[in-house]
């Protein structure tokens, strides 16, 4: 491995290229202290050195990530990338996480569904948890624990939407029916209740 190019990245930080490649962010003084230049070709104790640097940082990063909320597994992984750390040391610091228990996809799906469940669409539930990287086979399995009523979420959500919108009238009966059916309800249902509530 050589490196390649060092540049600076604002005050406080240099970007290291091996052989062409962006590898990694430093510290100035973690910098200085590894005694890096331009085309160095790094030794097998310089390598492990500087890996063994990035994966310290990249756990303790982890573990500061979620004590501000919690992560699934891909959002923890794709905020280590984000911060440049290379895949290797991202995975390894997020396996590590893992291995303490600070992440557990499953717990994630529970809270996620006690705090969402609510207000959201069985769709749009399902949809929100694919995105932060949840199996689709652990959501399923989650999902049978829960006793969910769309019916009844999309009655409250329309009774509110009415206190602050107005009633259901005959001139904007489409645009209730179209907010209702972007958040992921069934039509049948959203068209019983909106008959229902029209004056």
């Given at each position: 491995m050589q490196i390649?190019?060092?540049?600076?990245?604002?005050?406080?930080?240099?970007?290291?290229?091996?052989?062409?490649?962006?590898?990694?962010?430093?510290?100035?003084n973690e910098f200085r202290a590894l005694g890096f230049q331009e085309d160095q070709e790094l030794s097998s104790q310089e390598w492990t050195e500087l890996c063994g640097l990035l994966l310290y940082r990249a756990k303790r990063k982890a573990?500061?990530?979620?004590?501000?909320?919690?992560?699934?597994?891909?959002?923890?992984k794709e905020r280590l990338l984000r911060l440049?750390?290379?895949?290797?040391?991202?995975?390894?610091?997020?396996?590590?996480?893992?291995?303490?228990?600070?992440?557990?996809?499953?717990e994630y799906v529970r809270r996620y569904m006690e705090y969402r469940a609510v207000s959201r669409s069985a769709l749009q539930i399902?949809?929100?948890l694919m995105q932060k990287g949840i199996d689709?086979?652990?959501?399923?399995?989650?999902?049978?624990?829960?006793?969910?009523?769309?019916?009844?979420?999309?009655?409250?959500?329309?009774?509110?939407?009415?206190?602050?919108?107005?009633?259901?009238?005959?001139?904007n009966f489409q645009k209730y029916y179209g907010f209702f059916a972007r958040k992921g309800f069934s039509s049948n249902s959203i068209l019983y209740l909106l008959k229902k509530y029209k004056q």
């Open positions: 390649t190019r060092i540049e600076p990245k604002g005050q406080k930080q240099v970007r290291i290229f091996l052989d062409e490649e962006r590898f990694c962010l430093l510290y100035l573990l500061a990530l979620l004590k501000s909320r919690d992560r699934t597994r891909k959002e923890l440049e750390y290379p895949e290797r040391i991202a995975e390894e610091a997020v396996t590590y996480a893992e291995s303490y228990g600070y992440i557990n996809d499953e399902r949809q929100e689709s086979h652990i959501i399923e399995r989650i999902w049978d624990e829960y006793e969910y009523d769309e019916t009844a979420i999309l009655e409250q959500q329309m009774e509110k939407r009415i206190r602050q919108k107005g009633p259901v009238t005959k001139e």
